[in-house]
T-cell receptor, first 114, second 116 residues
Framework: NAGVTQTPKFQVLKTGQSMTLQCAQDMNHEYMSWYRQDPGMGLRLIHYSVGAGITDQGEVPNGYNVSRSTTEDFPLRLLSAAPSQTSVYFC?????????????FGPGTRLTVL | AQSVTQLDSQVPVFEEAPVELRCNYSSSVSVYLFWYVQYPNQGLQLLLKYLSGSTLVKGINGFEAEFNKSQTSFHLRKPSVHISDTAEYFCAVTHYSGGGADGLTFGKGTHLIIQP
């Protein structure tokens, strides 16, 4: 198993540009989520999904969209990038709803918005 | 609402010495507690978790944590650290809201620095 994969690993955007961060898992996990990690802030939940076709907002959803058309993929879209979205983004997945099940994290995408 | 406080942003320790990384939480409902480790330029890995039962939880790499409900704490300990333990450690909490987990709430992290 490849586990949780994220692409790209690094990305530089200009303010106002759009892009999609890709996340895929091959473990047949139902639960997937996106976090952003900022210095001194820990990880903060952006959006999560408990299964295909179901998504919900986390702590910091503004400026981000998600969709879950398949069990395997959970892309994160930035419609109009802002410098405040400069961060490291982590995708995670788990078999169940994330309570008793271990969450597996991807290697992260480092995004810089100029 | 739930929150997690990691009292130390950085903890320097000599190799083979014991270490304790502190974590306190606040929540109005029953919680589930986790410790994750992040090695440089990598994603997070689960060290251990407390769901129920024994308050002393053993994890990977020789780490353990004790859940103390009266103190609302979940401190992480290791009796003897190694250079390879140098990493960022995150305490996290979640609770079951009926419709499913709301995701993890993380502390700001503690950077464990092992000195030779």
């Amino acid at each position: 198993n490849a586990g949780v994969t994220q692409t790209p690993k690094f990305q530089v955007l200009k303010t106002g540009q759009s892009m999609t961060l890709q996340c895929a898992q091959d473990m047949n996990h139902e639960y997937m989520s996106w976090y952003r990690q900022d210095p001194g802030m820990g990880l903060r939940l952006i959006h999560y999904s408990v299964g295909a076709g179901i998504t919900d907002q986390g702590e910091v959803p503004n400026g981000y969209n998600v969709s879950r058309s398949t069990t395997e993929d959970f892309p994160l879209r930035l419609l109009s990038a802002a410098p405040s979205q400069t961060s490291v983004y982590f995708c995670a997945s788990s078999y169940g709803a994330g309570i008793t099940d271990t969450q597996y994290f991807g290697p992260g995408t480092r995004l810089t918005v100029l | 609402a739930q929150s997690v406080t990691q009292l130390d942003s950085q903890v320097p320790v000599f190799e083979e010495a014991p270490v304790e990384l502190r974590c306190n939480y606040s929540s109005s409902v029953s919680v589930y507690l986790f410790w994750y480790v992040q090695y440089p330029n990598q994603g997070l890995q689960l060290l251990l978790k407390y769901l129920s039962g024994s308050t002393l939880v053993k994890g990977i790499n020789g780490f353990e944590a004790e859940f103390n409900k009266s103190q609302t704490s979940f401190h992480l300990r290791k009796p003897s650290v190694h250079i390879s333990d140098t990493a960022e450690y995150f305490c996290a909490v979640t609770h079951y809201s009926g419709g499913g987990a709301d995701g993890l709430t993380f502390g700001k992290g503690t950077h464990l620095i092992i000195q030779p």
